[in-house]
């Protein structure tokens, strides 16, 4: 088994100064960082296999690469709520919030009901939280029925005005994901997106056009009409 020192001697033993530099390059501002790739970590990761004891072990070394090999090593069968929400809760740049939500968090069933609870919140990286969340179920969860994502469009709508980077950003995400799905869900984000480009506030509307953007460039399976009309009746029912 391998234990959260090892872990981190091995990332020391494989980082670079390159590494290090380029977390700021990309914007992720962390003072605790030994400097490692991502690549690096997922063959780590696939050699450890899932510990959710070392990813707990990890992220309570407070080192930043470490926190996000534990991202990819935690096992989301034992991922609890009070983790999940007091990870968030210290989440302090987009590399570590999203990796979480993108490689753990969207594939715990839990996941749904953080969505809503994070995006309240008034820390920029955790309402961030709760789209990149949404954003990553919208590409994960194929079971997903279409009426979960059309109960969430509003709480898109809710925060699209908030100006930060990365909340805004993450909004975006969550709004192209949404339409991206299937014909019926696009449509309906499409309508929101329209709402959103002519709106008063600034960042509202480059998150509206951001995403009718992207969905001019991108196609979707068209459903069978049987399956229009029953996401309409359950969009109309919620």
Known sequence: MTTAREALEWIRANSSRRDRENLARFGITVTKAIGISMAK??????????????????????WYDAR????????????TRAQMDAWCKVFDNWGICDTACFALFDRSELAWGRIAPWARQRGEYQRRA???LL?????HDKRAPNAKFVRLLPLIEAHATDDRNFVKKGVSWALRGIGKRNAALRARATI??????????????????????????????????STVRATGRRARAN
Do not use: Q
């Open 192 to 225: 929101t997106a329209r709402r959103l480009a002519t709106h008063d506030s600034a960042s509202a509307r480059w998150i509206g056009k951001d995403a009718l953007r992207e969905f001019a460039r991108s196609k979707v399976r068209t459903p069978a009409r």
């Open 130 to 132: 709760g789209f990149a």
């Open 41 to 62: 970590l997922k063959v780590y990761a696939k050699r450890t296999g899932r510990d959710h004891t070392l990813a707990l072990a990890l992220w309570r070394t407070g």
């Open 68 to 79: 996000m090999l534990a991202c990819l090593v935690d096992d989301p069968a034992l991922v």
């Open 135 to 139: 954003a990553s179920l919208a590409l």
